[in-house]
């Protein structure tokens, strides 16, 4: 089911979202289908549950949308469609990789990010399989932004004072559902 997808300004996405207990929880499956469901109808690669209403630890991302890119490293042991159950960043390393970000809940804005380039990461996968691997360029970005969502952090919080200043009125108009989508949002105001 394509689920509204939450816009900036809403408090449920400042909040942390909640581990999820894969020992009583069986209806994980309707939650992943929507919110693939959901990312694709919004043409996004990836989205958190937060990002549908849901405050639970659990992200899924679709990396083949970047195959072409030069950062892209297809070697890396994860499938091109991914879910995310209780995703932990153990450490992040290498260099510093500006990438314009974009973000399902704050639609038409992309602003450059600074994030470190490589990062190692420990999640569940549907079939609650664990997984520990590491991760570079464009895979890693993804599931630096996604890890975030879970956070309650939005990529406009990692911008300089500066650039956040410029887009605040963009930013409020998006709070106040001033916009034209053309995907389905709920809006906090
Ligand atoms: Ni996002």
Not at 12 to 32: Q, R, V
Not at 46 to 69: L, M, N, R, T, W
Not at 150 to 173: A, C, H, P, Q, V
């Amino acid at each position: 089911m394509i689920r509204p997808i939450i816009a900036y300004g809403d408090p449920i996405l400042k909040k942390k979202a909640a581990i999820i207990n894969i020992n009583e929880s069986n209806d994980l499956t309707s939650l992943i289908d929507d919110m693939w469901e959901t990312m694709y109808n919004a043409k996004g690669v990836g989205i958190a549950a937060p990002q549908i209403g849901v405050s639970k630890s659990i992200f899924v991302a679709d990396f083949s949308f970047f195959e072409e890119e030069e950062n892209f490293k297809s070697e890396e042991l994860i499938n091109m469609q991914q879910v995310f159950i209780n995703p932990e960043i153990i450490s992040e390393a290498g260099e510093d990789f500006i990438y314009p970000e974009g973000c399902l809940s704050i639609p038409n804005i992309s602003e450059n990010v600074v994030r470190k380039s490589i990062i190692k990461i420990k999640f569940i996968d549907q079939f609650f399989v664990s997984h520990e691997m590491h991760c570079s360029g464009i895979i890693a970005r993804v599931i630096q932004h996604e890890h975030d969502h879970l956070n309650g952090l939005l990529f406009t919080d990692k911008l300089s004072y500066k650039t956040r200043k410029l887009i605040k009125k963009e930013l409020n108009l998006i709070s106040n559902g001033d916009i034209d989508l053309n995907y389905d949002m709920k809006f906090c105001k």
